[in-house]
């Protein structure tokens, strides 16, 4: 620090925390000033329009002593072991069969736009994006019943009880869910297991969470049987640096109840 002070070198930012943002080399050349100088001690300071920044080594030794042992296991009760020699089974695919990642995503974009629409309720439906060939959804209600035990007496252990009914009842009286007869409740069905979140600076402070990862052994998920297409979760970065651009800008956000809905 002190051949810092000497160089009269000062950063913006001088507290510790977790990585915010990752700058790609398509724009870290933009951002930098001009301004360098190698330190005695091995890094180098460079300047850019974010302030001053340093590379090199710390100088301090790390010593690790950890072992790390990965095991994969794959059964699948259903395939036969003479499928298990098949070129399928071990990845190798004609290049004439085997889809890119662009291809399935456009697929699965088309999939919604030619399936979406709006029932007589003004709801939006669409039908689920299923994968080709994917294993059969199983029933899983003895899955959901002990993931809702669990959740039930972690909710009275939290004094939460109550207030997580009382979102299901709301959710009964505005129409989102429904009481299922009895006569279909034997019947085949695969189940999300849910379980409670709370969020105390939240407008719904408690609010419940379904899994669709949930499986039992030697069967799939929901998420497992379904087209992942597109994530849009990769273009949040571009949308916030452009909301900035422009002097005035607006926000909005879903109802939660017409989110569920």
Sequence with gaps: MQELIENNISFSDKN??????????DIAGKLMTGGFKLLASGPAAIETKL?????GKNGMREISDNSTLLVTSMLNKEALIADLWSLDALGILDPSE???KLELQEEARDHFLSTVKV????RFQVSFP?????????????????RLDSTVKRLKAEKLYDAYGEVFNEWKREGIIEVVPKREIDLPCHYLPHRHVVKENSTTRIRPVFDASAKQKG????????EKGLNLIELIPSILHRFRMNRIGVSADIYERHFYK
């Design 130 to 146: 299923w994968l080709d060939n994917h294993l059969p959804l199983k029933h899983n209600h003895d899955l959901a019943v002990k």
């Design 51 to 55: 302030g001053w920044t340093v590379f």
């Design 16 to 25: 510790d925390g977790p990585i915010e943002i990752l700058i790609g080399a």
């Design 219 to 226: 069967s799939p998920s929901l998420n497992d049987c379904l």
């Design 119 to 122: 029932n007589e309720e003004g």
């Design 98 to 100: 085997k889809k890119n």
